[in-house]
């Protein structure tokens, strides 16, 4: 069997496939975040709640009202959607005139509501929620198992990353949001409706977390927690992409995907901290991050 | 003592496939004010940030009273002597006019990394803090908050804090930019009036100010350097006048007032 | 002798964060209902119950618990989850020359270095968990283990004594893989232990990791070939997991509701009150403080010295356990259980979920004092 | 003149305070007081919002507690140890961060942080989730017993002190003159010669030293360490004692971290008297809820009392004063906090 | 016919400060009419307020016959206006071409200028198309200010002070450009500091001081007015 440092490249394969499957959760939370912090500059703390409130949607629809996983992965992102933009015309938007750490502190304080009040409702230990019928069983690829929801996972992300990099960098609607990132009020001189534009952003900006979510509740338990876990490995993520790069959260949340799962098998220790130390070596070299640009 | 304060060879800045400075090279004379003029998107500025190592060159020598600086880092620009103003105001808008120009002489004190100190050790400042606004006829709105100066008075302002540090060469982009004719002419008064005893490099657009005080003139287009020379030869030099001024009017004197 | 004329018991839990279902107010209930069997008073004197939420942090549950003792006059804190809470506490109650009944934590430190005459370990401990475990499923014939182990000193001190257990009795350990506490997904490590194929896979970790290494163990087809055993593990877990993806794992447990009628009344009227049966925890902290309140009785006094005295004295008979009883150091001695999850076929009712593979007594389970680094342990 | 009445007022409080309320915690709040107000330093002076100071806060004491206990330094040593460690730190983390400004400083240390909780978890010495117990208090001067929880108050309380007036000196000093300008016009200040990341990461180290120095205190007073206090979620807390005391004001944080600290450890009582008096029994639940309070006040205060309590004080007084010239002596303690915040 | 812009009453407030008191304007179709004044007389502000960018503002302002005061500003960018501001708004994350293809159209009725008549005014513009945005030079950010509203089919142009820092070989291309603008039927609004450049192009004037119009004069009385200017601007 052929090796690579000792290790079988079997073995090998499998996990960089894994390391993608988890690299698009982060794609789609580090884009979802991008998008956000494009158009209104906020850094939205809120995101792993979101996203955990996605999942729970999924629970709660197939618990409460026999709505099974697909009308779900749909239906979740539009309820945190229009939960989200409640949010951004109730409170985001009086912030926007001010320095920008409101914003994160106002979304730190919403996160500690939600994620509080979902574990008085629920626990903390989780619910169980299993793969659609659809995507039950796995694929044997030869040199692993792999089932075939995580399949689908990287398939249903690399998609919704795609068609959102090509709205955004491709289109006139795109033109719009990247000229009100900067100048929000000129743009609204030129006659576009900046405020709807500006809330329907950050409701399709939480609506991919929750889209994630859902995603994610087959594959690991849906509990209150699960949000605040990651959130912090998918800002670090944002900072090595470069703040506010469609692309570079889409390519850097794959590829520290890849990167965390090879530090599983070589140096399993360091796979909470490699992220970090991605970080800090990036900033070294590059303050702005990978794909960002230099102020 | 070298005859020339600043020496610029072959100077040259590329970004991304477009060269905006191309192979310039210039001299700047001690004591005089030399203006750079020339169309929009000449260069100018980013001449300027050139000089001051805002931007890296991609080719050539900065010599500053002959010793070669091109690779010294913005603030050792600074440190030596060479200091810039901006196209657009730069003053600290919260604090006191006389505490602006204290920041620009505080730092002699070398004290400014004393956080143990207490402020009341910058108060042997205010006499030549006051001397500078004076020279500035700011001395009325020492104790004023700056964000309530008029435009001008900040253009003035800035001009002050510069003179702080004692610069040896000055680089101004553009300081009446923006201005309504009595602070321009104030303004003019007052580069002439500092650029005793030191040496000044000024972008302007504005004709009747280079005609008026400036000893030299060069002119950039396109990142090249077109000609030089003072006002009455570089005026009548026809390619200036067609890059710059156009061909309608006989005199370098252009729509500005 | 009762110091101002109530019996204050403070049960010091979790009400807001991880340990949420583990002990939570299931503990507060499972107290109350001891504080109800005895009607309210022990010879005639008012029992009072307070309960108080760490937040999982020592220095809140440390500044409460001052408060209690100095202040409220409270006489025994029960529960305890989280261990840098428990150690302050229990610390805290030592000083403090009050009683401290850790239900709720499985350090084994409070029967070791951190031990003292006012400290009752009762329901488990890692020794226990691990011991129980590794010597349980070698007698069984799963000889192999490969762990997956949560990187922090707990997952360690788990792994290295189950381990040891396992070698001591003639299994094999293939190895292990170490997985960061919270992970987000478990399957690379998860396939590591495939490959290992090793019989056993032992998961040396707590709450969240526990359920989603048997998650991800379900979802990669580790379970049928490879025996899941959770070293440390709740009912409530199975229950949050449900029977279909935990069905046939094992685990050790000190204690399980269906095991006889007292157990079984207990279950019900806890389900009763909770909509959920109680686990070891719950069912030990109200075993714990019946306990202590007994002992009250008997002294007629609420001074530490001598309730522990007698608490240490007389033989413990209740749902929880039989024939127990508090060791020298601390330790409640009484038998541990490996259970193995039913499949849903097996299961005939709601939380049928569990039945017994072997039962470890007491002085096999628990670390013998032979071995204990307790300072009042004579030798 | 009438600064110095408020001060002579605060500290007669405090040195009366022990002699009212449990030593042990107003030592925790002064620790907490002393925390959020090196937090403040950065914030509140140099515009540059740290959502790691955890990092510093628990760093610290943790190699307080371990000189203390392991290696048996000396009280001051141990002290000494913690800021020093901190300070390291806060270097080595600030030549990371400081190149970047705005929300991308504040995430990236917070990034880092976390990457330093994920170290104190796995390292043996910090005792995992158990914590590093029984940290000794030691001496003072190797004479003074401070097992006595009121010598050890007026320890904190010296202490705290010393930590609040460098920081009020620090703010006006020549450092914080041009702390003042960085954050006011950064380009200019470079164009004056001025080394600006240096000035940044020397408010950094200031900062994270005294948080250092509170994080050591703190274990010493508990004698216990544990990984909460590395964790973001004190991060979080320490930005919300600044928030809800008043962000660039000298004194807010102090009130801050009070009102705060009160309402962690004082939220159950204050449901339970809630319950008791209005018979509701719904109010019993709030002290089961303290993330959710916690978020809510965070809400609340960024929406609706940005200036904290002190700068909403401070406003109140100065508008008071408009019309009449009097009033002075009451609202000077204030009045000086707001002007710092303006500066 | 309606007049093409008219402003009763005006005040605006940024904040607290309450900048505009009581501004009365009117322009007609087709007109060119400059507001001239001392930095910080308020001009910008009129024409902000005019775009509902400042804070709070009263009174009435008529855009064609409509009342815009209580429009939100991009309903008032439909009504056929064209704002060209006085920091010039480049967009940075877009390339110059993309600035200039930005603001969409706004009239029913109205076609801009084509992309190529555009660059023909400005071939700087061409060359550099591809460019960052802000990467262009001022001066040719200034073009693209411009130009960039000629294309949106408004017929109302509000040009804040755009000759300042252009050389002035450009700044005659400028006066060439309002002078065609204004041959086919652009109704104009000028801030200009710059009088000479201002001075032959407007059909009529107005000086504003604090926040007020101080004096109203057309063309035609320019040379009656010189010492009333001098004294108010120094020109
Ligand atoms: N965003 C703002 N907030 C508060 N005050 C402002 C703001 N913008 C402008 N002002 C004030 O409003 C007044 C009028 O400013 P305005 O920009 O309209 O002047 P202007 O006539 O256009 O002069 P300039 O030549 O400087 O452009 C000035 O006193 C200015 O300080
Ligand atoms: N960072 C950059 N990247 C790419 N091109 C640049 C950059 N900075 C400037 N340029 C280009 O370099 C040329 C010179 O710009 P510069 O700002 O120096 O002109 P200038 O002479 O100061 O003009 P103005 O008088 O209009 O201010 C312009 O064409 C501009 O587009
Ligand atoms: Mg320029
Ligand atoms: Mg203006």
């Given amino acids: 069997m052929t090796e690579i440092f000792g290790i079988p490249l079997q073995a090998m394969l499998s996990q960089l496939l894994l390391g993608l499957v988890n690299g698009s959760f982060y794609a789609m939370l580090s884009l979802g975040l991008a998008v956000i912090f494009g158009l209104l500059n906020v850094i939205n703390f809120a995101h792993g709640a979101l996203y955990m409130m996605g999942a729970f949607l999924a629970w709660m629809g197939l618990n409460y009202l026999g709505i099974g996983y697909w009308p779900m992965l749909l239906l979740a992102p539009l309820v945190v959607a229009a939960f989200g933009i409640v949010i951004e015309k109730t409170m985001l938007r009086w912030l926007y005139k001010l320095d920008h750490l409101y914003g994160l502190l106002l979304t730190f304080g919403i996160t500690l509501m939600v994620e509080g009040l979902f574990r008085s409702f629920y626990g903390v230990s989780g619910q169980p929620y299993s793969v659609p019928e659809a995507l039950s069983g796995a694929f044997n690829l030869g040199f692993m198992i792999l089932p075939k929801y995580r399949a689908w996972v990287v398939v249903a992300s690399l998609a919704v990353c795609l068609a959102t990099w090509f709205v955004i960098e491709k289109t006139k609607l795109g033109a719009y949001l990247r000229a009100g990132t900067e100048n929000p009020r000129l743009v609204e001189a030129f006659g576009i409706n900046v405020p709807l534009m500006v809330t329907l952003t950050y409701g399709f900006g939480v609506a991919l977390a929750a889209f994630a979510g859902v995603l994610a509740a087959p594959v690991i338990q849906v509990s209150p927690l699960m949000g605040s876990n990651l959130i912090i490995v998918v800002f670090a993520v944002v900072v090595i992409g470069g703040m506010g790069s469609i692309l570079g959260s889409i390519v850097t949340g794959l590829g520290l995907g890849v990167i965390e799962g090879l530090t599983r098998v070589f140096y399993p220790e360091l796979s909470a901290t490699v992220v970090f130390i991605i970080m800090a070596i990036v900033l070294m070299i590059r303050p702005a991050g990978l794909f960002g640009k230099e102020k | 003592m070298q005859t020339n304060v600043l020496e610029v060879r072959n100077l040259t800045k590329e970004f991304k496939g477009f060269t905006a400075v191309n192979d310039v090279s210039l001299k700047v004379r001690r004591g005089s004010i030399h203006a750079l003029i020339g169309p929009n998107g000449a260069g100018k500025t980013t001449f300027f940030n050139l000089l001051t190592k805002f931007l890296t060159p991609t080719a050539g020598a900065i010599l500053y009273n002959g010793d070669d600086i091109t690779a010294l880092k913005p603030e050792q620009i600074a440190h030596r002597g060479v200091i810039r103003s901006f196209q657009i105001s730069a003053v600290f808008p919260h604090l006191s006019v006389l505490e602006n120009v204290r920041i620009g002489l505080q730092r002699a004190l070398g004290t400014s990394y004393h956080f143990w100190k207490s402020e009341r050790t910058l108060d042997q400042l205010n006499g030549r803090a006051m001397q500078l606004l004076a020279e500035v006829d700011l001395e009325s709105f020492a104790d004023t908050l700056t964000v309530d100066l008029p435009y001008g008075r900040k253009r003035a302002l800035e001009i002050a804090t510069t003179l702080a540090m004692e610069p040896e060469l000055m680089l101004l982009d553009e300081p009446t930019q923006g201005m309504g004719h009595e602070d321009v002419h104030r303004v003019t008064e007052l580069i002439r009036k500092v650029s005793a005893g030191r040496t000044i490099l000024m972008v302007e657009h504005n004709m009747s100010v280079v005609s008026g005080i400036c000893d030299r003139i060069s002119v950039l287009q396109r990142g090249a350097l077109l000609a030089e020379g003072n006002y009455e030869e570089v005026s009548n030099n026809p390619q200036v006048m067609e890059a710059y001024m156009g061909t309608t009017s006989g005199a370098l004197e252009g729509a500005h007032g | ?379 | 003149m009438d600064k110095r009445v408020g001060y002579a007022i605060a500290v007669a409080a405090a040195v009366a305070a022990p002699f009212f309320l449990y030593p042990v915690f107003l030592m925790k709040v002064l620790c907490f007081a002393l925390f959020a107000c090196a937090f403040n330093l950065l914030i509140g002076f140099t515009g540059l919002l740290s959502f790691g100071h955890a990092a510093f806060f628990g760093g610290a004491g943790y190699v307080a507690g371990h000189a203390l206990k392991v290696w048996g330094v000396p009280f001051e040593l141990g002290l000494l140890a913690g800021t020093a460690a901190a300070a390291a730190i806060g270097l080595v983390m600030g030549a990371l961060a400081i190149r970047r400004q705005g929300i991308y400083f504040t995430m990236i240390t917070l990034a880092l942080a976390q990457m330093l909780y994920f170290v104190c978890l796995q390292l043996p010495a910090t005792g995992g989730e158990d914590g590093l117990q029984g940290v000794p208090r030691g001496k003072l001067l190797g004479i003074i017993d401070l097992g006595h929880d009121l010598t050890l108050y007026y320890v904190v309380l010296a202490i705290a002190a010393a930590g609040f007036a460098l920081i009020v000196r620090t703010v006006h000093s020549p450092f914080g003159q041009v702390l003042k300008a960085v954050k006011e016009n950064e380009p200019r200040a470079v164009s004056l010669g001025y080394d600006v990341d240096r000035f940044k990461l020397l408010a950094f180290v200031l900062s994270a030293a005294l948080a250092g120095l509170a994080g050591a205190t703190k274990t010493v007073v508990l004698g216990f360490e544990t990984l909460t206090d590395v964790h973001w979620s004190m991060s979080g807390l320490v930005v919300l004692m600044t928030l809800v005391g008043g962000l660039g004001t000298l004194t807010g944080p102090i009130v801050g971290a009070i009102v705060i600290i009160a309402l962690e450890n004082k939220l159950g009582d204050l449901g339970n008297w809630l319950a008791v008096t209005t018979n509701v029994e719904w109010f019993r639940t709030i002290g089961e809820s303290v993330t959710i309070v916690t978020g809510a006040i965070f809400i609340v205060c960024v929406l609706a009392f940005r200036r904290g309590i002190v700068g909403e004080l401070g406003a109140l007084f100065k508008k008071l004063r408009k019309p009449k010239e009097t009033k002075q002596a009451a609202s000077s303690l204030h009045a000086t906090a707001v002007k710092t915040t303006e500066g | 016919m309606s007049k093409a812009l008219e402003i009763t009453n005006l005040q605006a407030w940024y904040g607290e400060s309450h900048i505009l008191h009581d501004v009365n304007l009117s322009v007609d179709q087709g007109e060119v009419v400059t507001l001239l004044g001392r930095n910080g007389a308020g001009r910008t502000t009129t024409l902000r307020a005019i775009m509902g960018l400042t804070g709070r503002r009263t009174g009435s302002i008529k855009v064609g016959g409509v009342e815009s005061i209580h429009l939100p500003t991009h309903q008032i960018a439909h009504l056929g206006i064209g704002y060209c501001p006085e920091e010039r708004g480049i967009f940075a994350s877009l390339s110059a071409e993309e600035n200039l293809l930005l603001p969409p159209s706004v009239s029913k009725t109205e076609r801009g200028m084509s992309v190529e008549e555009i660059y023909a005014m400005f071939p700087n513009l061409a060359e550099r198309r591809m460019s960052q945005g802000t990467r262009l030079s001022g001066g040719e950010q200034q073009m693209l200010a411009v130009a960039r509203i000629l294309r949106t089919g408004a017929r109302l142009l509000l040009l804040d002070e755009i000759s300042e820092g252009l050389a002035p070989v450009i700044v005659q291309a400028l006066a060439r450009m309002i002078t065609t603008l204004k041959a086919r039927g652009y109704t104009i609004v000028m801030v200009e500091q710059n009088f000479r450049f201002a001075a032959p192009l407007a059909d009529r004037f107005y000086v504003m001081e604090h926040g007020q119009i101080v004096e109203s004069f057309a063309a035609s009385e320019l040379n009656d007015k010189m010492p009333v200017l001098n004294e108010l601007l120094g020109v």
């Fill in chain 3, 1 to 379: 002798q009762v110091s101002d004329d109530v019996i204050r018991i403070g049960v010091m839990t979790d009400l807001s964060g991880v340990y949420l279902d583990y002990a939570g107010k299931g503990s507060v209930e499972a107290a109350r209902m001891a504080v109800e069997d005895f009607g309210g008073k022990v010879n005639g004197k008012k029992i009072e119950l307070i309960m108080a939420d760490h937040q999982n942090k020592a220095d809140i549950g440390s500044a409460k618990a001052r408060e209690w003792f100095d202040r409220d006059g409270v006489d025994a804190v029960v529960d305890l989850p989280n261990s840098s809470v428990a150690l302050a506490v229990s610390r805290m109650a030592s000083d403090k020359k009050r009683v401290a009944l850790i239900t709720g934590g499985a350090n084994l430190r409070h029967t070791n270095e951190e031990c003292s005459p006012y400290i009752v370990h009762y329901v488990y401990d890692t020794f226990s968990l691990a011991n129980v475990a590794g010597k349980a499923m070698v007698k069984q014939g799963y000889k192999s283990w490969y762990f997956l182990t949560a990187d922090y000193a707990f997952g360690a001190s788990l792994e290295k004594d189950t381990s040891e257990v396992v070698k001591a009795n003639g299994g094999t350990v293939l190895g292990s893989v170490k997985h960061p506490l919270n992970a987000s997904d478990f399957s690379s490590f998860l396939l590591q232990a495939q490959s290992s194929k090793a019989q056993v896979v032992g998961l040396a970790n707590a709450g969240g990791d526990v359920i989603n290494s048997i998650k991800a163990a379900n979802e990669f087809g580790i379970t049928p070939k490879q025996t899941l055993v959770g070293l440390l593990m709740t009912i409530s877990d199975v229950h949050s997991l449900g029977l279909q993806q935990t069905q046939k794992m094992k685990f050790t447990d000190a204690w399980y509701w269906d095991m006889n009628a007292d157990s079984r009344a207990f279950g019900k009227r806890f389900f009763d009150r909770m909509k959920r049966m109680p686990n070891m925890v719950h069912a030990g902290t109200y075993s714990a403080v019946s306990q202590y309140l007994k002992a009250i009785a008997a002294t007629g006094s609420d001074d530490a010295d001598k309730v522990m005295a007698q608490m240490k004295k007389v033989k413990i008979n209740d749902m929880f356990a039989k024939n127990a009883y508090i060791r020298e150091d601390g330790r409640m001695m009484h038998d541990m259980y490996m259970m193995e999850v039913k499949t849903p076929a097996e299961s005939k009712s709601p939380w049928d979920y569990l039945k017994l593979v072997a039962t470890v007594p007491a002085a096999e389970a628990f670390q013998p004092l032979t071995a204990s680094r307790c300072s009042m342990v004579k030798r």
